[in-house]
């Protein structure tokens, strides 16, 4: 089993940046592909970004390509979404999945998930 944690949301203006992080424990993640999603209130959850199980992969959404970026240290069982130039429409909570090897960007592949964190953006 595979226990996520994300930290790192809050509240923000428009134009600047948070990090996210999640934290996984119960056994190392270095076999998982990770991403995160995102769900707004009245909304779907969908796909944010996604790496690879090795980091060679990554892919975003094309709302927040250029914007965002997915990074993961293993060593420290964790993974970052380092969001730029926030806008009001990113506000949503935030969600880490993990599912093994191959990234995915529907949320119906992950079998992990972790409690969400919130992320609102002012304008």
């Known amino acids: 089993q595979v226990q996520l944690v994300e930290s790192g949301g809050g509240l923000v203006q428009a134009g600047g940046s948070l990090r996210l992080s999640c934290a996984a424990s119960?056994?190392?993640?270095?076999?998982?592909?990770m991403a995160w999603f995102r769900q707004a209130p009245g909304k779907e959850r969908e796909f944010v970004a996604a790496i690879s199980w090795n980091g060679g992969i990554t892919s975003y959404s094309d709302s927040v390509k250029g914007r965002v970026t997915i990074s993961r240290a293993d060593a420290k069982n964790t993974v970052y979404l380092q969001m730029n130039s926030l806008k009001p429409e990113d506000t949503a909570v935030y969600y880490c999945?993990?599912?093994?090897?191959?990234?995915?960007?529907?949320?119906?592949?992950?079998?992990?998930w972790g409690q969400g964190t919130q992320v609102t953006v002012s304008s």
């Open positions: 999945a993990a599912r093994i090897y191959y990234s995915s960007r529907y949320a119906s592949d992950y079998g992990y």
């Open positions: 119960g056994r190392t993640v270095n076999s998982y592909a």
